[in-house]
């Protein structure tokens, strides 16, 4: 599906039913965190749950609901931060929105490709010695929901986004007033410094909102029907790479643990960055 994002863009972006057989449930998060970087990690259980739109209220591609199962990993706490990436690319500028900057050391890294972000794992890896990677989808949606089996880790309520997440809001709303916007206040017009808002059960913050974030998967609308079961990630045709999560430019469609969408690897954006996965060396 294409849509028409708030601002410039115009794109082409897993949902869990949580029952006990399925779910997994909040874990104690055990940190790590990178020595050269800072980067802080969360271990995340392997489970099995029920990926895709069993709400009703996503896009075709976010469909059939199906089972998949992931193995455990560890996932950044955050997006990576300007501060972050510049230890990789110290002529990164991550830029402004109508005069608004994001570039301050702890706001996300945006305007990064999928390119980009693939090459700064990469290099993190080799500089630390440890096994570092953009999320599949499957991991990124797991961990995001933490459990849940509504349309957002908090719930269905969009009116309760501003607690948790960095959204297009009341604040946004006073510099671009035509957008679709969330009827709360988060106090931020374009981007907040990472962990800034409540997070999930897994003790994740931002997986909605503030910045969408790069996946290793290849887009395609229907890959759902194309996945195996375990450890599910879409290697074959397709243009675009997946991003997920929403940003500070999206409303309530944008914002949801099912919600995927394709993008140009070659291609960044003022509300686009990522975060990594840990996996074991």
Known sequence: ??????????????????????????????????????????????????????????????????????????IGKTEITNAQYKKFNPEHNSGSSQGSSLQEENQPVV??????????????????GQNYRLPTEAEWEYAARAGSSQSRFWGNNPDEACKYANVADMTAKKQWAKWTSFTCDDGYAVSAPAGSFLPNSYGLFDVLGNAWEWCEDVYNSEAYTKLPKNNPVYNGSGEYRVM??????????????????????DFGHHALGFRLVKTAP
């Not at 994002?5 to 082409?12: D, E, N, Y």
């Not at 099995?48 to 089972?67: I, Q, T």
């Not at 305007?111 to 630390?128: F, H, Q, R």
């Open 1 to 74: 599906m294409t849509y028409k994002m708030p601002g410039t863009l115009s794109i082409l972006v897993f949902f869990v039913y949580a029952t006990s057989a399925y779910a997994a449930p909040p874990l104690a998060a055990i940190p790590y965190t990178d020595p050269s970087t800072g980067i802080e990690f969360n271990s995340i259980p392997g489970g099995c749950y029920l990926m895709g739109d069993s709400v009703g209220d996503g896009d075709p591609n976010e469909r059939p609901v199906h089972e998949v199962c992931v193995s455990a990993f560890a």
């Open 111 to 128: 305007n990064v490709t999928w390119e980009d972000a693939v090459a700064y794992a990469e290099w993190l890896s080799k500089k630390s």
């Open 244 to 265: 997920r999560g929403g940003g500070w430019s999206n409303g309530p469609l944008g914002i949801r643990s099912s919600h995927r969408v394709g993008l140009s690897p």
